[in-house]
Each structure stands twice: as structure tokens, then as C-alpha cells.
């Protein structure tokens, strides 16, 4: 499966074409990431009162399993389930061999919020990490809950959670007769919760990517027949076409600071970089030549751009100055190394590499130019880095259908993210929320 050149070709439409039925996104945990930290989270009182989805127990130890890093031991095996930081009896804990637990309660308020506290403790040391308290409204709790899990991962492994961030991907389901979809451009939350539709189209939707501070998705649409590029709000669904000329349309990349977008045009008849001003409409073009350039990504600091072009013979990755000066390979380990992007702290890339045929997801160290396949799975698309670097989000087919799955940016740990019975595609990783 090829998807090179800007993935814009209407005929590539027909590989994204598998019968499914819309249903909730669900997780499915095959392994870990090597080794688990064991944790105890006692349900917090006063939280059966609430939905238990709403729960922040239950939401917090999905978020942690989810994640790779956690055990979370069950609540059955717990010699005591305290509430209170004078309840706790930390020989209790160490009998099970937790090394963290997580303690709460909840109480509903007359004006209708609800109070929430939390401390989380170090088993072995006899120790409290860390403890907050929340006062939120009801429709704010399952947010809350990712809000814990973060807290719990960052002081548990050191590095930011990714639980309170989203998501954005293309689903397509059946509509009329037979060869006739509704696609839909969706949000949700990182672990599949929420889902929110952007766009619904009778005709294809492809490459949403987030602007950085998470408020826009810009996207490749179809709808009148050709493919033109939009930035929509995702707040209010306001929307505006950016880019609609004549022939491919596609691939496009927020620079960092969230004023431009890098491209892939090919209205002088190749398909070549520019980068567009979003203020001012001005295009400035990047690449030049006889070759196919395209799926343009920014660097964290907004002064490179990596893309992927065949001017080498076949489809290589290439770095270039913001302005299109000192163009360079990068990737020399195989023949097909397409659609990278950066990791957020500019060391890595992710990309699609092909093995023997098979397309799969990979991590390229620009220190050492060191290229790591990272997935078994044979038909991967579009990977992008969690917005903490720990994770990659992509595409992939599983059992015959398009799904989401997640890997470990060491590969040791993967996870399968799909929509029952359906298929999905294009994942983009929002950037973490801003206030």
C-alpha cells in the first residue's frame, strides 16, 4: 500500500473503503512497557453516588493501565480502603507489594459542584507524593480524573501524563448504496472518550493535524469533488478554506507559532513544498523540481522542515531550512521512509519505513541517524508523537479492519485502539491543553 505523494490522489480514497459500524472507541492492552509500577487506588468515598464513568477511581486506573507504565492492583486483594491520610497503614500496602497508592473522597456541594481531594503516597518510603483538591462542576469530572492520572504519572515516572489531551482521526461508515461513505472527521479524548464530530462529508477527509496550542485542526477535505484545505476552530466549527488550487491540495503541517502552514501543492504541475501565511495568503514555495515533494513537517523550534521526497529514487526523508535553504537526506536504511514528524523535544522522528513489503511504524534518531522499526503490524499510516515524546500514535489494519494503535517510542509496549467492529484512520495528537 502506497500512499506517498500527498496522500491526495483520488484513487487512494478506495483504501480506506471497508464496511464498519459506528460504535464508542475501545481500548485493548497487549503488553506493557517492560516493567509495571504497582499501585493501589482505593475507590474514593463517596464516588458511588456517580455514574462510574464519572468515577475518579475508575477513570484514573483505566487512564494508568492504558498507559503501559501501571499495575493497578485489584480492589479485592486490599486489606484496608482508607480515605483519609490518618486511615493509612502503609504494612497493609507493602503486603502487596504496591509501591504507590492513591487514596480520595468526593462530596457533592449545594451550589451542585463537587469537591475532590486525592493524596498519593510512596508505599515503600511511608511518604505522601502529592495531594491536591478540586472544586468542579459535575460535567467536569471526567476531565478531572485524566487531570489525577497525569499527577500520579508525572510524579510516578517523571515525565508530563498525556491523559487530559485528545485526539483527532477520520472514520467511514457506509451510506446509501454500495461504494457510498459518510466520513467523518472526529476529536475525543487520548483514551478514546468524548466523541465529538468536526465534519461529516459524502466525500473523503484526510491529514488533520493541530495547531500548537490546541484550538484548530486543519485538514484535507473532498467535499467539492477536489481536494482543497480548511482550518477549522474546534470550539465554534468556524472554518475557512486556505488553499484550493488547481490540482493536489494536501499534507499540511502548523509551523510552531501557529501563523503559517507548510504543504503540499502541485499547481505547476509536480508536487512541491510551499509554505502559506495564514494572515496574509502569501505562498512562498520551498522546493523546486522534476520529483514529488511532499508531507512537510515543522521542527519543535519552527527553524527546519522535514518532508518526504523520491528525488533519491525513491521516497526519503529530507530536512530543509523554514525557508527551503540546505536541503539534506536523512534517511538511508531502506528503500521507503515517508511521512515523518518530529518528536516534541526535536530528537526524533516518527515515520512510515517498508520492510519486505510491509509498511511499519518507526523511530529515526537524528543524533546518530539510527532508524528503529517499532511495530509488527504491516499496513501502518500516519504516526505522530505524543505530545510528552513516550508515545506514537498511528493507523494501522488489524483482522481486516483499519484501526488505531499506540506504541512505546522504545517499542516495547503497544496498544490497540479501535472503533468496535469499524474503521478509522489519520490520528493526530493534540499538543497538552492550555488553560
Keep these: 500500500m502506497n500512499r506517498f505523494g500527498c496522500r491526495l490522489w483520488v484513487g487512494l480514497a478506495a483504501l480506506l473503503c471497508a464496511p464498519f459500524t459506528m460504535a464508542a472507541v475501545t481500548i485493548h492492552i497487549n503488553h506493557g512497557y517492560g516493567q509495571r509500577f504497582p499501585i493501589a487506588i482505593v475507590p474514593f468515598k463517596g464516588e458511588k453516588a456517580w455514574p462510574l464513568d464519572l468515577r475518579p477511581s475508575t477513570i484514573v486506573s483505566q487512564d494508568l493501565t492504558g498507559s503501559g507504565w501501571f499495575d493497578c492492583l485489584p480492589s479485592k486483594d486490599y486489606l484496608a480502603k482508607p480515605h483519609h491520610a490518618a486511615q493509612v497503614q502503609f504494612n497493609d500496602w507493602q503486603l502487596l507489594k504496591a509501591t504507590a497508592l492513591l487514596i480520595g473522597h468526593m462530596q457533592s456541594l449545594s451550589d451542585g459542584r463537587v469537591n475532590v481531594a486525592f493524596r498519593l503516597y510512596d508505599v515503600n518510603k511511608g511518604v505522601q507524593i502529592q495531594g491536591f483538591q ?18 500520579v504519572y508525572q510524579a510516578l515516572t517523571g515525565v508530563r501524563g498525556v491523559f487530559n489531551t485528545r485526539i483527532a482521526f477520520v472514520t467511514m461508515h457506509p451510506r446509501g448504496a454500495p461504494g457510498h461513505f459518510l466520513y467523518r472527521l472526529e476529536v475525543a479524548d487520548a483514551e478514546g472518550h468524548n466523541v465529538r464530530v468536526i465534519l461529516r462529508s459524502r ?28 482550518v477549522q476552530n474546534v470550539a465554534t466549527g468556524q472554518r475557512s478554506q486556505v488553499a484550493a488550487f488547481h490540482g493536489l491540495n494536501g499534507a499540511p503541517s502548523f509551523s510552531p507559532d501557529g501563523t503559517h502552514l507548510a504543504l503540499c501543492l502541485s499547481k505547476t504541475g509536480y508536487p512541491e513544498v510551499y509554505v502559506l501565511n495564514l494572515t496574509t495568503g502569501r505562498l512562498r514555495q520551498l522546493t523546486f523540481g522534476p520529483d514529488i515533494n511532499t508531507e512537510p513537517s515543522w521542527s519543535p523550534g519552527g527553524g527546519h522542515i522535514v518532508f518526504t521526497s523520491d528525488r533519491s529514487g525513491g521516497p526519503q526523508i529530507y530536512e530543509m531550512t523554514a525557508r527551503g535553504g540546505d536541503k539534506h537526506r536523512l534517511t538511508f536504511d531502506g528503500r521507503y521512509n515517508a511521512d515523518a514528524s518530529f518528536s516534541p523535544n526535536g530528537k526524533w522522528l516518527t515515520l512510515v519505513s517498508r520492510r519486505q513489503g510491509q509498511y511499519h511504524a518507526a523511530v529515526f534518531e537524528l543524533a546518530d541517524s539510527t532508524l528503529e522499526v517499532l511495530t509488527a503490524t504491516s499496513l501502518d499510516e500516519s504516526p505522530t508523537f505524543a505530545p510528552n515524546g513516550q508515545e506514537i500514535l498511528y493507523s494501522t489494519v488489524v483482522r481486516g479492519h483499519r484501526v488505531l494503535a499506540s506504541v ?28
Excluded: C
Excluded at 462542576?137 to 480524573?145: H, K
Excluded at 477527509?205 to 484545505?229: C, D, K, N, Q
Design 408 to 435: 512505546s517510542r522504545n517499542g516495547q509496549g503497544h496498544r490497540i485502539l479501535g472503533l468496535r467492529g469499524g474503521d478509522i484512520s489519520d490520528p493526530a495528537w493534540s499538543p497538552f491543553r492550555h488553560p
Design 203 to 230: 466525500e473523503p477527509i484526510m491529514s488533520p493535524r493541530w495547531s500548537p496550542h490546541g484550538g484548530r485542526l486543519t485538514y484535507v477535505s473532498f467535499e467539492t469533488t477536489w481536494p482543497a484545505i480548511y
Design 134 to 151: 478540586y472544586t468542579v462542576a459535575p460535567n467536569q469530572l471526567r476531565l478531572l480524573g485524566h487531570k489525577i492520572a497525569d499527577v
